[in-house]
């Protein structure tokens, strides 16, 4: 179906390129679980960001036990995922180059509940999957021809 006449044209856009899209709003944990073994799905992991915190995510942001089972299953994960956050140490040992994850820092500018500006420095993290597939600009998946015969797309791996 198509959305054109009736939308205007930025909007239809972007639902053209959402289309094949998948979005869910799910445990983190079974949400990985479930496409860890799915090659050619990326997971973008924006988990609230561990740290010390006066206001907001008192509780998850410091549920270290959370972070760590998230962190062990992305290690684990051979699909390509993508996680931001801040720098803190069990993030650096988890997603680090030996493990196969690369990372670049971005300077942003978050603001507090009163509205008072604070600089912050985010990292985003890709595992080696992410990088091959930005790196050879396609999933990086190769079909059987069984699979290409029961036209799957995206089978575990």
């Not at 962190?71 to 684990?76: G, K, P, V, W």
């Not at 069990?90 to 493990?99: M, P, R």
């Not at 971005?106 to 604070?118: A, F, P, Q, R, Y």
């Amino acid at each position: 179906m198509s959305c054109k006449g009736f939308l205007p044209k930025r909007l239809t856009d972007v639902v053209e390129r959402l289309r094949g899209v998948r979005i869910e709003n799910r445990d983190a944990l079974d949400l990985l679980s479930m496409f860890t073994n799915r090659p050619a799905t990326l997971v973008y992991l924006d988990p609230p960001y561990l740290g010390n915190r006066s206001d907001g995510y008192v509780i998850d942001a410091n549920d270290e036990e959370f972070h760590f089972k998230m962190l062990e299953l992305a290690n684990e994960a051979k699909c390509m995922i993508f996680i931001s956050g801040y720098k803190n140490k069990l993030y650096t040992k988890f997603l680090s180059k030996k493990n196969g994850w690369t990372h670049k820092t971005i300077n942003t500018i978050t603001k507090d509940s009163s509205g008072k500006s604070h600089g912050r420095i985010e990292v985003v993290w890709m595992n080696k999957y992410y990088q091959k597939a930005l790196k050879i600009g396609e999933v990086p998946i190769k079909l059987t021809s069984k699979e290409e015969k029961q036209k799957k797309v995206n089978p575990k791996r």
